[in-house]
Protein backbone atom coordinates (compact mmCIF):
# COMPACT_ATOMS: atom_id res chain seq x y z
CA UNK A 1 0.00 0.00 0.00
CA UNK A 2 1.16 2.95 -0.95
CA UNK A 3 0.70 6.86 -0.31
CA UNK A 4 -1.14 7.39 -3.74
CA UNK A 5 -3.35 4.31 -3.35
CA UNK A 6 -4.11 5.08 0.27
CA UNK A 7 -5.38 8.73 -0.79
CA UNK A 8 -7.21 7.44 -4.00
CA UNK A 9 -9.20 5.17 -1.20
CA UNK A 10 -9.87 7.82 0.73
CA UNK A 11 -10.87 10.40 -1.63
CA UNK A 12 -13.50 7.94 -3.15
CA UNK A 13 -14.24 7.23 0.18
CA UNK A 14 -14.91 11.10 1.31
CA UNK A 15 -16.88 11.14 -2.64
CA UNK A 16 -19.25 8.24 -1.28
CA UNK A 17 -19.68 10.00 2.28
CA UNK A 18 -20.46 13.59 0.70
CA UNK A 19 -22.97 11.85 -1.55
CA UNK A 20 -24.81 10.34 1.75
CA UNK A 21 -24.60 13.27 3.56
CA UNK A 22 -26.47 15.06 0.94
CA UNK A 23 -28.67 12.87 0.04
CA UNK A 24 -29.10 11.66 4.16
CA UNK A 25 -29.32 15.00 6.08
CA UNK A 26 -30.88 17.14 3.41
CA UNK A 27 -33.11 14.37 1.95
CA UNK A 28 -32.66 15.97 -1.60
CA UNK A 29 -31.00 13.84 -4.26
CA UNK A 30 -31.28 17.08 -7.09
CA UNK A 31 -28.65 16.84 -9.69
CA UNK A 32 -27.54 13.69 -8.59
CA UNK A 33 -27.92 10.79 -11.52
CA UNK A 34 -29.84 7.48 -10.48
CA UNK A 35 -27.99 6.25 -13.42
CA UNK A 36 -24.70 6.85 -12.34
CA UNK A 37 -25.39 5.13 -9.07
CA UNK A 38 -27.02 2.39 -10.21
CA UNK A 39 -23.80 2.00 -12.59
CA UNK A 40 -21.36 2.29 -9.53
CA UNK A 41 -23.55 -0.66 -7.90
CA UNK A 42 -23.14 -2.74 -10.87
CA UNK A 43 -19.36 -2.14 -11.00
CA UNK A 44 -18.60 -2.87 -7.14
CA UNK A 45 -20.98 -6.20 -7.22
CA UNK A 46 -19.23 -7.60 -10.53
CA UNK A 47 -15.77 -6.12 -9.68
CA UNK A 48 -15.95 -7.72 -5.80
CA UNK A 49 -17.26 -11.12 -6.24
CA UNK A 50 -13.88 -12.31 -4.75
CA UNK A 51 -15.22 -10.66 -1.39
CA UNK A 52 -15.54 -14.01 0.24
CA UNK A 53 -12.89 -16.04 -1.44
CA UNK A 54 -9.79 -13.77 -1.80
CA UNK A 55 -9.12 -12.68 1.74
CA UNK A 56 -6.44 -9.80 0.96
CA UNK A 57 -6.50 -7.34 3.90
CA UNK A 58 -9.14 -6.29 6.69
CA UNK A 59 -8.93 -3.52 4.91
CA UNK A 60 -9.41 -3.99 1.58
CA UNK A 61 -12.45 -6.36 3.01
CA UNK A 62 -13.75 -3.16 4.92
CA UNK A 63 -13.57 -1.00 1.56
CA UNK A 64 -15.09 -3.14 -0.50
CA UNK A 65 -17.99 -3.13 1.99
CA UNK A 66 -18.49 0.33 2.26
CA UNK A 67 -18.75 0.68 -0.96
CA UNK A 68 -20.77 -2.25 -1.83
CA UNK A 69 -22.84 -0.66 0.73
CA UNK A 70 -23.06 2.97 -0.03
CA UNK A 71 -23.61 2.27 -3.63
CA UNK A 72 -26.36 0.33 -3.01
CA UNK A 73 -28.20 2.24 -0.19
CA UNK A 74 -27.67 5.09 -2.54
CA UNK A 75 -29.53 3.58 -5.14
CA UNK A 76 -32.39 2.56 -2.47
CA UNK A 77 -32.76 6.27 -1.33
CA UNK A 78 -33.35 7.44 -5.01
CA UNK A 79 -35.42 4.77 -5.73
CA UNK A 80 -37.25 3.89 -2.99
CA UNK A 81 -37.20 6.85 -0.09
CA UNK A 82 -40.55 9.04 0.07
CA UNK A 83 -39.25 11.87 0.40
CA UNK A 84 -35.58 11.85 -1.48
CA UNK A 85 -37.12 9.87 -4.22
CA UNK A 86 -39.25 13.14 -4.88
CA UNK A 87 -36.47 15.12 -5.77
CA UNK A 88 -34.72 13.12 -8.35
CA UNK A 89 -35.01 14.36 -11.67
CA UNK A 90 -35.92 11.80 -13.95
CA UNK A 91 -36.90 13.57 -16.50
CA UNK A 92 -33.47 14.96 -17.17
CA UNK A 93 -31.56 11.78 -16.27
CA UNK A 94 -32.31 10.05 -19.37
CA UNK A 95 -29.40 8.81 -20.22
CA UNK A 96 -29.92 4.94 -21.57
CA UNK A 97 -26.71 3.28 -19.53
CA UNK A 98 -27.75 -0.10 -20.64
CA UNK A 99 -26.09 1.14 -23.95
CA UNK A 100 -22.73 1.66 -21.59
CA UNK A 101 -23.35 -2.08 -20.29
CA UNK A 102 -23.53 -3.84 -23.25
CA UNK A 103 -20.54 -2.63 -25.32
CA UNK A 104 -18.70 -2.89 -21.71
CA UNK A 105 -19.98 -6.57 -21.62
CA UNK A 106 -18.98 -7.46 -25.22
CA UNK A 107 -15.89 -6.09 -24.93
CA UNK A 108 -15.02 -7.73 -21.79
CA UNK A 109 -15.91 -10.92 -23.52
CA UNK A 110 -13.53 -10.34 -25.92
CA UNK A 111 -10.47 -8.46 -24.42
CA UNK A 112 -9.64 -9.59 -20.53
CA UNK A 113 -6.89 -11.44 -18.90
CA UNK A 114 -8.17 -14.77 -18.39
CA UNK A 115 -11.79 -16.07 -19.90
CA UNK A 116 -13.46 -17.33 -16.50
CA UNK A 117 -16.44 -15.67 -15.29
CA UNK A 118 -14.60 -14.03 -12.42
CA UNK A 119 -12.36 -12.84 -14.74
CA UNK A 120 -14.67 -11.33 -17.34
CA UNK A 121 -16.42 -9.97 -14.30
CA UNK A 122 -14.04 -7.87 -13.32
CA UNK A 123 -12.96 -6.93 -16.72
CA UNK A 124 -16.50 -5.50 -17.12
CA UNK A 125 -16.43 -3.31 -13.99
CA UNK A 126 -13.11 -1.90 -15.08
CA UNK A 127 -14.91 -0.86 -18.11
CA UNK A 128 -18.20 -0.06 -16.64
CA UNK A 129 -16.20 2.52 -14.39
CA UNK A 130 -14.65 4.20 -16.86
CA UNK A 131 -18.04 4.94 -18.79
CA UNK A 132 -20.41 4.93 -15.49
CA UNK A 133 -19.69 8.78 -14.62
CA UNK A 134 -21.34 9.86 -18.40
CA UNK A 135 -24.89 10.07 -17.05
CA UNK A 136 -23.77 12.48 -14.07
CA UNK A 137 -21.80 14.64 -16.05
CA UNK A 138 -24.62 14.97 -19.03
CA UNK A 139 -27.50 15.37 -15.79
CA UNK A 140 -24.64 18.39 -14.68
CA UNK A 141 -24.89 19.73 -18.44
CA UNK A 142 -28.77 20.54 -17.87
CA UNK A 143 -28.88 21.14 -14.09
CA UNK A 144 -28.29 24.60 -14.09
CA UNK A 145 -27.37 25.58 -10.94
CA UNK A 146 -25.22 22.55 -9.59
CA UNK A 147 -25.35 22.40 -5.75
CA UNK A 148 -22.10 22.51 -4.07
CA UNK A 149 -21.78 19.00 -2.30
CA UNK A 150 -22.89 17.62 -5.89
CA UNK A 151 -20.14 19.43 -7.47
CA UNK A 152 -17.57 18.17 -4.70
CA UNK A 153 -18.90 14.76 -5.35
CA UNK A 154 -18.29 14.38 -8.64
CA UNK A 155 -14.66 16.11 -8.03
CA UNK A 156 -13.64 13.49 -5.65
CA UNK A 157 -14.88 11.00 -7.71
CA UNK A 158 -12.84 11.60 -10.16
CA UNK A 159 -10.31 12.12 -8.63
CA UNK A 160 -9.49 9.39 -6.77
CA UNK A 161 -8.60 7.04 -10.04
CA UNK A 162 -6.40 9.68 -11.22
CA UNK A 163 -4.20 8.97 -7.74
CA UNK A 164 -4.58 5.19 -9.06
CA UNK A 165 -2.96 6.16 -11.63
CA UNK A 166 0.01 7.71 -9.30
CA UNK A 167 -0.27 4.30 -7.65
CA UNK A 168 0.17 2.36 -10.67
CA UNK A 169 3.39 4.14 -11.46
CA UNK A 170 4.74 3.91 -8.29
CA UNK A 171 4.22 0.12 -8.13
CA UNK A 172 5.27 -0.31 -11.66
CA UNK A 173 8.92 1.35 -10.24
CA UNK A 174 8.74 -0.55 -7.26
CA UNK A 175 7.68 -3.88 -7.29
CA UNK A 176 8.01 -6.86 -9.56
CA UNK A 177 4.83 -7.81 -9.71
CA UNK A 178 2.22 -5.12 -12.29
CA UNK A 179 -0.97 -4.30 -12.82
CA UNK A 180 -2.69 -5.21 -16.14
CA UNK A 181 -2.73 -3.06 -18.77
CA UNK A 182 -6.48 -3.15 -18.97
CA UNK A 183 -6.51 -1.99 -15.59
CA UNK A 184 -4.25 0.91 -16.45
CA UNK A 185 -5.90 2.24 -19.80
CA UNK A 186 -9.73 1.71 -18.18
CA UNK A 187 -8.33 3.75 -15.11
CA UNK A 188 -6.91 6.65 -17.50
CA UNK A 189 -9.63 6.91 -20.14
CA UNK A 190 -12.04 7.40 -16.93
CA UNK A 191 -10.12 10.25 -15.37
CA UNK A 192 -9.82 11.60 -18.94
CA UNK A 193 -13.69 11.88 -19.04
CA UNK A 194 -13.62 14.23 -16.17
CA UNK A 195 -10.95 16.63 -18.40
CA UNK A 196 -13.84 18.81 -19.11
CA UNK A 197 -15.26 18.76 -15.34
CA UNK A 198 -12.54 19.38 -13.69
CA UNK A 199 -11.37 22.39 -16.17
CA UNK A 200 -14.55 23.82 -15.09
CA UNK A 201 -14.46 22.73 -11.27
CA UNK A 202 -11.05 24.51 -10.77
CA UNK A 203 -12.50 27.85 -13.22
CA UNK A 204 -15.02 28.22 -10.48
CA UNK A 205 -13.29 27.46 -7.30
CA UNK A 206 -11.08 30.64 -8.85
CA UNK A 207 -13.27 32.64 -9.28
CA UNK A 208 -15.53 32.39 -6.46
CA UNK A 209 -18.32 31.81 -9.29
CA UNK A 210 -20.82 28.88 -9.12
CA UNK A 211 -20.11 25.75 -10.67
CA UNK A 212 -21.80 25.55 -14.52
CA UNK A 213 -20.91 23.74 -17.11
CA UNK A 214 -21.64 24.65 -20.94
CA UNK A 215 -24.27 22.83 -22.19
CA UNK B 1 5.80 -16.63 -10.36
CA UNK B 2 7.46 -12.89 -11.75
CA UNK B 3 4.83 -11.81 -14.16
CA UNK B 4 2.16 -11.98 -11.50
CA UNK B 5 -0.94 -9.69 -11.95
CA UNK B 6 -1.83 -7.97 -8.57
CA UNK B 7 -5.49 -7.75 -7.81
CA UNK B 8 -4.96 -6.18 -4.44
CA UNK B 9 -7.00 -3.07 -5.04
CA UNK B 10 -10.35 -2.09 -4.93
Known sequence: MNIFRL????????????????????KSCAG???????????VFATRYLDIVTDFISVYNTVMKLIFLGSSFSIV?????HRVVRRSYDKDQDTFRHYLLMIPC?????FVHEKFTFKEVMWTFSLYLEAVAILPQL???QRTRNIDNLTGQYVFLLGAYRGLYIFNWIYRYFTEPHFVHWITWIAGV????????FFYYYFESWKNNVRLQLPA | ?????VKDEL
Open chain 1, 105 to 109: MLLAL
Open chain 1, 138 to 140: VLL
Open chain 1, 76 to 80: WYIRH
Open chain 2, 1 to 5: DEHHV
Open chain 1, 7 to 26: AGDMTHLASVLVLLLKIHTI
Open chain 1, 189 to 196: VQTLLYAD
Open chain 1, 32 to 42: VSLKTQELYAL
